[in-house]
């Protein structure tokens, strides 16, 4: 199972210095966020193509394998 971790946007200080690192340290982490969910969109892509080949596979092998006219 994947386990996505979305960080909280900083709030707001006055603080520049502070909001700004802030800023910068929460924009690191949230680039590791998009990679996880671009990999975990991509794994459920071919998973859900493996299956619709499969269900491919089956009905022509059932309409093969009907009575002959």
Known sequence: MNHFVHYAMPMYTQDHATY???MYEWHMKMQHYQ???RS???ERAKYF???AEEREKEASTKSNDGPAA
Request: proline share 0%; no cysteine.
């Open 20 to 22: 700004y690192r802030q």
């Open 49 to 51: 193509q493996a299956m």
């Open 40 to 42: 975990f969109h991509l």
């Open 35 to 37: 990679e996880q969910l």
